[in-house]
């Protein structure tokens, strides 16, 4: 009798807990999974392609021309000549940043592009024949070191940077001058500075996309231009800007879940 009653009373107690504890697994099992919030604090490498557009303003190739072949002097006046190469960028990245709790994020970045960017403009003579030169302007690279501030939605990023550039320029100024050819060719690689902004997407664990203006000034300089045809040699003032409109993919390590 008395094993009879334990066991009724067993079965009872198994009863009674049983909806509970079936609740409280669901209630368990009812908590969404919340995925880690992503994070910028990476350090990145990655590629870039775009376009960009030039304005060079050269002062003075009439006087270089004209002077080399009369005498120091001969031309009076000022002439600027300018042009607008334009062309494509390609290059690479490398940077790191760091994101704050409050999702600020700071950085630091640098960059190396190749430039197709190429351009050309008539300039008259009036001491020839009259005559005509073409002055031609080419951009053969663009670095720059910088910095980065901006404010993360998640794994989307608006930044803003600015810093140190650098550029790689050929000029030339050719034609004929009372028939006598010339090819007066310069050299000039040029400390600057840029700043810019874009977007950045973080699609996929450990990469990113982005799209970014860049501004480039490297502001007056003297070019010295050698004719190699006639042995002569001047000096030529050009001032510069460059914008550029890029699209990067990065590859990030250190960052979340590496």
């Known amino acids: 009798m008395r094993k009879l009653f334990f066991a009724h009373a067993a079965v009872l107690a198994v009863t009674l807990t049983a ?50 072949f009369i005498f120091p002097g001969a031309t009076t006046g000022v002439t600027t000549a300018s042009t607008s190469p334009t062309g494509a960028v390609i290059g690479g990245q490398i940077g790191c940043d760091y994101e704050f709790a409050s999702s600020m994020v700071v950085g630091i970045e640098g960059s190396a592009l190749g430039s197709t960017m190429k351009g050309s403009t008539s300039v008259g003579l009036p001491l020839g024949n009259p005559d005509i030169g073409i002055m031609q302007a080419n951009t053969d690279f663009l670095a720059s070191v ?90 030529v003032d050009v001032k510069q800007t460059v914008q550029v409109v890029k699209v990067g993919l990065n590859f990030h390590i250190w960052g979340a879940g590496w």
Request: net charge negative; proline share 4%; glycine share 16%.
């Open 19 to 68: 909806p509970a504890i079936a609740a409280d697994v669901a209630m368990k099992s009812e908590v969404p999974y919340a995925a880690p919030r992503f994070s910028w604090t990476s350090c990145y490498v990655g590629g870039s392609l775009g376009g960009g557009i030039a304005r060079k303003d050269m002062t003075d190739p009439v006087q270089l021309v004209q002077d080399s």
């Open 146 to 235: 910088t910095g980065r501030i901006g404010y993360a939605f998640d794994n989307v990023l608006v930044y803003a940077k600015g810093g140190a550039a650098l550029a790689g320029d050929k000029y030339n100024v050719s034609g004929t001058f009372t028939g006598l050819p010339y090819d007066f060719q310069g050299l000039d690689n040029r400390h600057g500075w840029i700043v810019g902004g874009g977007v950045d997407w973080a699609f996929a664990r450990h990469w990113s996309v982005n799209v970014e203006y860049d501004y480039y000034s490297f502001g007056h300089g003297g070019i010295l231009m050698a004719d190699s045809i006639n042995g002569f040699a001047g000096v």
